[in-house]
């Protein structure tokens, strides 16, 4: 078996099937792909809607789990993956209909361990918004093989959305690569894990993927439990990086990618908890990260930065006041 798609399902009885749909129209054989739906724990009608595809298409295998969280989920798809490699796709969202047969000719023919692929945004009424891509300054998807560290640091940018890869399973069953469970963020965490181990990584220009923008995701929530956890998870993603950084003689992506989270965190805390900054700033010093990196920093993120490294308490009250002006102005 070539391809196993291992697809997630919590609570999206309104998104599923136009998924299921565009997995199954696809111009690679039944036999060659397998679609692992792992149900965690939802409590609407997908369970139903997952059931009646499993019942008619025998490459569909459902598996039911407790709800555990979406890296949970995605860990169960791998385990019991059987394909030679592995793609996962949110089940909110859908892929273009036959790109698959032209991915794993790719990734055979070049004998990839990793293969990228482009993506577009939708809106909920599945039209595209454009403009269709903003890859972002420094992701470059040039037809070019290199290994998995070069790629890091040369063309992924910070885009580390797991759903536009496809990857040999035996990578990641050889090095043990599971999404770390619970935490927000898993895609940045589990992303580059991957790819130093990759020893040969290319990308395709292809639209494959649509990636549904919706409200109410979870990074949006305005509830003030899952706030904290954002900052809580920031954080966590923080230590794995520097965790990861420390395995490496080029720390270039890694110090990058932690300044990017930062200024995440500092203008999150800025947003929601200006009044407990205190707190949250002396849990950000104790990672002993400053000053921050400039790499693959935009001009006005190099101001930022510049800010931050001065002092981050007085980057958040700059933060605080802009919003609270423009507040005032509407």
């Keep these: 078996m070539k391809l196993s798609i291992i697809v997630p399902v919590y609570n ?3 998104y599923l099937a136009k998924c299921l749909n565009s997995l199954l129209s696809q111009d690679i054989q039944q036999n060659e792909y397998e679609i692992i739906i792992v149900l965690d724990g939802t409590t609407d009608n997908s369970e139903s809607i997952a059931q009646s595809y499993a019942d008619k298409y025998s490459q569909i295998i459902l598996i039911k789990q407790q709800n555990l969280g979406l890296s949970s989920a995605r860990n169960t798809g791998i385990k019991i993956a059987k394909g030679k490699y592995i793609q996962f796709v949110d089940s909110d969202d859908y892929l273009q209909p036959n790109v698959l047969k032209f991915l794993l000719d790719k990734i055979d023919q070049e004998n990839l361990d990793i293969l990228r692929f482009n993506y577009q945004n939708v809106n909920e009424e599945y ?3 454009y403009p269709y891509k903003n890859p972002g300054k420094f ?3 040039n037809d070019e093989v290199t290994d998995g560290f070069t790629f890091l640091n040369e063309s992924l940018g910070f885009a580390c959305y ?3 890869f496809v990857i040999r399973k035996e990578v990641i069953n050889r090095n043990q690569i599971y999404f770390k469970e619970n935490i927000y963020f898993e895609d940045t965490e589990w992303t580059p894990r991957a790819l130093v181990y990759a020893l040969r990584v290319n990308s395709t220009d292809l639209i494959v993927y649509n990636y549904l923008l919706r409200i109410g995701s ?6 003030e439990e899952k706030k904290q956890k954002v900052l809580n998870d920031k954080l966590i993603l923080i230590d794995s990086l ?3 950084k420390h395995t490496h003689k ?3 992506w890694f110090d990058g990618m932690i300044s990017a989270t930062v200024m995440s965190y500092l203008s999150y805390v800025a947003l929601n908890f200006y009044n407990k900054k205190k707190l949250y700033l002396q849990a950000l010093s104790s990672k002993q990260i400053f000053p921050l990196s400039f790499f693959h920093t935009t001009k006005r993120n190099k101001i930022r930065i510049v800010l931050i490294n001065i002092s981050p308490a007085l980057y958040c009250r700059l933060i605080y006041n802009r919003n609270k002006k423009n507040a005032e102005l509407h």
């Design 218 to 223: 979870i990074t949006n929530s305005q509830g």
């Design 162 to 164: 797991v759903w536009q």
């Design 139 to 141: 992701v470059d998807y």
């Design 127 to 129: 039209q595209i918004i």
């Design 242 to 244: 520097m965790n990861q």
């Design 12 to 14: 999206v009885e309104k």
């Design 250 to 252: 080029d720390t270039r």
